[in-house]
């Protein structure tokens, strides 16, 4: 068996990871983890003859906490396997195999029968399984292949070392598994998912609720997709429950004669609601049932918007209320363990030092996080940006994979209250000539309304950084070189608008500023003397103590609130990664500063 540490000095055993459910907002009572020690070979054959190692499921084999520590290059294939006995009384009608991600492409057998394969490194997939299980034991195979900057596709700041060593603000790869992998076992005629959106000024909330193989329940037979007949199939019971307490419920009648998949809508009142805030997480629990089948999830009241407040400034809205967004970038980097949490309770401590710091929310930089930390985000609250990693390269594939990823993305995540606003495009990255390129633009604006036509309830920062189109919800400015002694060049903040703030232009050519709200969505990043090792960096230079660092920050942090110029903020970063240095957090999550003094420096509201 493989012997773990944690960063605490805690022994992690193998047998016990990660065991919290995956897929919170769809909760299902079959429930079958298979995380944990797998067979693994890495080698350049498309097989794998034997398995020579021991890794550690869902760490990626780049992390220590695989208990492997290498990383898996383009040329490169890494091959699983796990033999696993279903428990007893497990199965019923299906068995469904689930991936919470594997990056970047992968086929998948099971007992020698291949299930299917998958593109795409951050988002789950799943596979019906059932017909090629048999009774005892089975094996599972994958084999993955990950060319991450070889092959154009989202990979955010995974990049493979140059001469020995990481640069710049990229970082390791990873490949591979590096989410939970686990079963369920669900009927014939089961719910396949549920989109709920709050209908905040109407005091309800829609259900969208995809049901499966609908005419299985009635025994009904099928011709060329369809039921046939005219007979009801069966009947979705919904409730909303607060505190264990029904408070609406509903019951909607599935017909026949449509698809075998369908989605039926059904609306319920919520007469004297209580919002979700950051402030006051209030969530709403749901049942769902479909014949025998039963699923829980929930949901917070909240409407997101842009308005004018009393003094005709346009600003950003919570529940129809001016709300000034204080954040943190965060890349959601673990030493131990890259880009998958180590466990649940590390997740709830990125959480709970960001709010200790002042902050209301976080922009998640350059990575879809996991379904668990949004989870949390939803139950302590916190305001999140979800932003799509960055593919590198402009052409088919590029475009293809990357609005593949989001759409994903959001159907995985709707459902989400701490989730605000979406970020198609960070800095121009991939479309490096936006600027000027009508053809690049245009990709920027069809992701954008791509995101409008699938959330039409949250807002879009198109092009977050620079070059925007004037299609953006927000309009958001990164400035690295705003000190005490800069702030002035805001005092004309229509030329700011028309040219730049730091070195590069605020909107493309041909497009121009509408009155979106202002957001410095990336300022501070400053490093301390010291931290770090040869190569390391922060932004524009180093400060040598906790007093010389509040001296620059607590002045500008001071300006962005109070000057009226601006809706927000979103301070650079809240751990150090790798060799970027420059947060305010170790690696470890050991303070720099004290929480208590950087509180009072970003948790001063302007409303």
């Given amino acids: 068996m493989v012997q773990l540490i944690s960063r605490w000095g805690k022994e992690i055993d193998p047998g016990n990871i990660l065991q919290e459910y995956p897929r919170p907002n769809l909760v299902r009572d079959s429930y079958f983890n298979l995380n944990g020690e797998w067979e693994c070979r890495i080698n350049e054959s498309e097989t794998a003859d034997f398995y020579d190692e021991t890794i550690i499921v869902p760490f990626s084999p780049e992390s220590m906490l695989s208990g492997v520590g290498k990383i898996v290059m383009p040329h490169q294939r890494l091959h699983y396997r796990k033999k696993f006995t279903l428990p007893e009384g497990f199965k019923k009608s299906r068995v469904l195999l689930h991936f919470g991600a594997v990056d970047q492409e992968c086929s998948v057998f099971v007992n020698g029968i291949r299930m299917g394969g998958h593109k795409g490194g951050y988002l789950p997939f799943h596979f019906d399984i059932t017909d090629s299980l048999r009774q005892g034991e089975n094996v599972l195979t994958l084999s993955v292949t990950d060319r991450t900057e070889q092959s154009p596709h989202a990979r955010g700041k995974q990049k493979l070392q140059k001469k020995g060593k990481y640069a710049s603000l990229f970082y390791t790869p990873q490949s591979g598994i590096w989410k939970t992998v686990w079963m369920e076992s669900v009927e ?16 309800s909330v829609r259900f969208e609720i995809t049901v499966l193989n609908a005419c299985k329940i009635s025994g009904a037979e099928t011709s060329g997709g369809k039921a046939s007949g005219g007979e009801t199939s069966g009947t979705v019971r919904l409730a909303v429950l607060e505190r264990g307490v029904e408070i609406g419920q509903a019951e909607i ?3 026949q004669e449509k698809e075998i998949k369908q989605v039926i809508s059904q609306e319920i009142k919520l007469d004297g609601f ?10 709403y629990d749901v049942i769902i049932r479909y014949g025998e089948d039963e699923v829980r999830s929930y949901f917070g009241m909240r409407k997101l918007s842009t308005g004018r407040d009393g003094k005709g400034i346009l600003r950003f809205f919570l529940n129809n209320k001016p709300y000034f967004f204080n954040g943190i970038l965060d890349q959601g980097y673990w030493p ?15 959480i709970r030092l960001t709010k200790a710091m002042g902050f209301n929310g976080a922009r998640k930089h350059q990575k879809i996080e996991d379904p668990r930390y949004y989870y949390w985000a939803d139950k302590m609250g916190l305001l999140v940006w979800g932003e ?33 606003t979406w970020v198609p495009v960070n800095e121009s990255w991939g479309v490096r000539s936006i600027r000027g390129n009508l053809q690049q633009q245009n990709y920027c604006r069809m992701l954008t309304y791509l995101l409008k036509a699938m959330d039409p309830v ?3 920062s198109a092009n977050d950084g620079w070059e925007q189109v004037s299609d953006t919800d927000i309009c958001a400015l990164h ?11 805001y005092d004309d903040m229509g030329n700011v608008l028309k040219t730049y703030c730091e070195s590069r232009r605020l909107f493309a050519e041909g497009n121009s500023y509408q009155g979106q709200p202002v957001i410095l969505t990336e300022y501070g990043g400053i490093a301390f003397e010291g931290d770090g090792a040869e190569g390391s960096w922060g932004y524009y230079g180093r400060v040598k103590d906790e007093e010389q660092f509040l001296g620059i920050l607590e002045p500008i942090t001071e300006f962005l609130i109070r000057s009226g110029h601006f809706n927000g903020f979103c301070y650079t970063q809240l751990t150090d990664v790798m060799q970027e240095v420059n947060g305010l957090l170790t690696e470890d999550r050991k303070p720099k500063v004290s929480i208590e003094r950087l509180h009072d420096v970003f948790a001063k509201r302007i409303y």
Wanted: aromatic share 10%.
């Fill in 458 to 460: 949250r807002l879009v």
């Fill in 388 to 420: 799509l990693p960055s593919a590198y390269e402009f052409n088919d594939n590029a475009m293809e994979a990357s609005s593949r990823e989001l759409m994903e993305f959001v159907k995985r995540d709707y459902n989400h209250p701490c989730i605000v």
């Fill in 479 to 489: 400035d690295y070189a705003l000190f005490p002694q800069t702030e002035k060049k």
């Fill in 188 to 203: 014939k005629a089961y719910i396949e998912d549920v989109r709920i959106t709050p209908l905040y000024d109407d005091s």
């Fill in 274 to 283: 209580k919002p979700w805030t950051p402030d006051t997480p209030h969530l």
């Fill in 336 to 350: 131990e363990s890259i880009l998958t949490p180590p466990s649940d309770e590390a997740i709830q401590e990125d």
């Fill in 253 to 255: 009648t599935v017909r």
